[in-house]
């Protein structure tokens, strides 16, 4: 944060040192400020030469949070038009997007059958029962070819799911009727036959052809079972887009208590699920040093679709994020946004790489010998997408929602999720200028503000059902707010990691039930400040 936006933040405070927003005991009295007019959309700058970024450099306005959510949304259009539908087996299929229409392979059901145990029957009674002894007992089950045509008058045992005869006209259910042992079938007088009771006509559900589900509609359980029962074995998904997590920080530990200025990293453990609960499937996390070598190499040798850093992302002495872009002629789509926490998340498209771009980044004096490539052609691959998140734990949290999330629903092919506001049970204050994320969990259908809910802090969100977005200038107990849910459900938790597939049966009786809020906790130390993440920390909770 600039020291001018410091000083209008702490003006707007009143230097107060209470326990911040979302205190339910505590909250500041100042008045919320007027709301400013919206910054201009920004321009992404050009790729620059510089070998750093300069602390100079022209300042620019941030994208606001809502333009830097639908410019993530539409990064990857073309990518995920021309992405191939893969083929899985029903048994693999949960939890992946359908990437074609679901049309009827069938009728369904696919003859007429009856839809209780007791009786078929044809025309008017009372009707004769079949003296075969067999007959009498069993009748007709499921499972069976078509009988024999039942005359009219007649009567036969069926099952339930079983194929009417040819003749039939009705079915009585077991407990409507009476067979007295003289060989005849009585229907109960409070229950009079009705022509075509209790069968299940041929394509009543859907005939041969019919449009069940249309593309992009997640696969549940029963959207298997409805595959199922059309005629399917396998299912063509959207391929999920892969994802490569690079952890950037000398500072962090992987294990053990803080020691020394070293702190543990919180963001390992918790980016690469969030991934996958996004749709992802996350290759693989990687710690690197603060070495601006070894981070462009490592996003510029990512073999994934989407490459998403941590930390580095503003402008600081170790802070290789942006050099590492101007050095691939990345295309930045969004250079910071107007949210707090997590300003100093960025976008970028990453150009797509050939032998001769890739020989000059690693040689920038040129080769002395020109080598000739051993394949002809361009040798080119689809552009990339880079995500970078603040290294702040909250902060990394918005990025993840803000950028991550329309950015890999998108290559995905799922729909945005309807906006779910929700009336807030306390005031919060605002951001002078920009949006606020604040983690909430709901009682009788009010967003409560959660306590810890600085940058740094993960103890607010680790209980939280989603993130409240509060404009610019705060807002007043009762207002109705966006609430950005959190993707727990048992839809998500199913998706595995690649080497966790392999244990999807083992994992199959701890996964949540669907539809229930769970509260995800996560007790990794938060990594406090970072690392040039640019974000003004309170020590308790304030808004940053």
């Known amino acids: 944060m600039l020291d001018a936006d410091v000083h209008v933040w702490r003006q707007f405070l009143g230097n107060s040192t209470s326990e911040g927003t979302g205190s339910k005991n505590t909250r500041s009295r100042a008045p919320a400020p007027q709301t400013p007019a919206p910054h201009p959309k920004r321009t992404p700058a050009a790729p620059t030469s510089h070998p750093h970024p300069l602390m100079d ?12 959510r639908a410019i993530a949304a539409r990064a990857a259009v073309k990518e995920a038009a021309h992405a191939a539908p893969v083929m899985r087996p029903l048994s693999e299929a949960l939890g992946q997007v359908l990437a074609a229409p679901l049309a009827a392979l069938t009728d369904l059901p696919p003859f007429d059958t009856s839809a209780m145990d007791g009786w ?21 089950l499921a499972g069976h070819g078509e009988a024999a045509a039942l005359p009219d008058g007649h009567a036969v045992r069926i099952a339930t799911g079983a194929r009417v005869p040819p003749g039939a006209t009705a079915v009585l259910r077991s407990e409507y009727g009476t067979a007295a042992g003289d060989g005849w079938l009585h229907a109960s007088a409070a229950h009079p036959v009705v022509l075509g009771q209790d069968i299940r006509t041929r394509g009543q559900e859907c005939r041969s052809g019919d449009q069940l589900l249309p593309a992009g509609t997640l696969v549940t ?14 299912l063509p998904t959207v391929r999920r887009p892969r994802v490569e997590v690079l952890v950037l920080g000398d500072e962090l530990l992987a294990e053990g208590l803080p020691h020394d200025g070293r702190i543990r990293d919180a963001l390992g453990p918790m980016v690469g699920p969030w991934l996958r609960a996004l749709g992802a499937e996350v ?7 603060d070495e601006a070598d070894a981070v462009c190499a490592a996003v510029a040798e990512s073999s994934a679709d989407v490459v ?17 872009l101007r050095r691939l002629g990345a295309e930045l789509l969004v250079d910071g946004v107007a949210v707090r926490p997590g300003h100093p998340m960025l976008l970028a498209r990453l150009a797509p790489e050939n032998r001769e771009n890739r020989e000059s980044r690693e040689n920038p004096e040129g080769p002395d010998t020109p080598e000739k490539s051993e394949t002809p052609g361009p040798q080119t691959r689809p552009a990339r997408h880079l995500v970078g998140l603040p290294g702040n734990p909250l902060a990394a949290v918005s990025g993840l929602l803000t950028l991550a999330e329309p950015l890999l629903r998108t290559l995905t092919g799922r729909p945005a999720p309807a906006p779910g506001p929700a009336p807030l ?34 103890r607010g969100i680790a209980v939280a059902d989603g993130l409240a977005v509060i404009p610019p200038g705060g807002a007043k107990r009762g207002t109705e707010v966006e609430v950005l849910d959190l993707p727990w459900s048992a839809i998500t938790t199913e998706q595995l990691s690649y080497a966790d597939q392999t244990r999807r049966a083992d994992q199959a009786h701890r996964t949540p039930q669907a539809g229930h809020r769970t509260p995800q906790a996560s007790h990794h130390t938060d ?14 909770e304030g808004p940053a």
Do not use: C
């Open 120 to 140: 078929a029957l044809a025309g008017p009674g009372p009707w004769r029962l079949p003296t075969d002894e067999k007959d009498q007992v069993h009748g007709i």
């Open 221 to 234: 359980p029963a959207v298997l079972g409805l595959a199922a029962a059309a005629g399917y074995d396998e």
């Open 57 to 68: 450099e022209p300042h620019h306005s941030p994208t606001s949070w809502p333009d830097a």
């Open 425 to 458: 049970a306390e005031a919060v204050q605002g951001h002078p200028r920009d949006t606020r994320l604040v983690p909430v969990t709901f009682r009788q259908d009010a967003a409560v503000p959660l306590r810890f809910n600085g940058p740094a802090m993960l």
């Open 527 to 540: 990594r406090a400040a970072g690392h040039g993440d640019g974000e003004d920390i309170s020590p308790e």
């Open 308 to 324: 998403v850093t941590t930390g580095g992302t503003a402008a600081g002495p170790v802070d290789h994020v942006h050099p590492t």
């Open 283 to 289: 290759t693989g996390t990687r710690r690197l040093a």
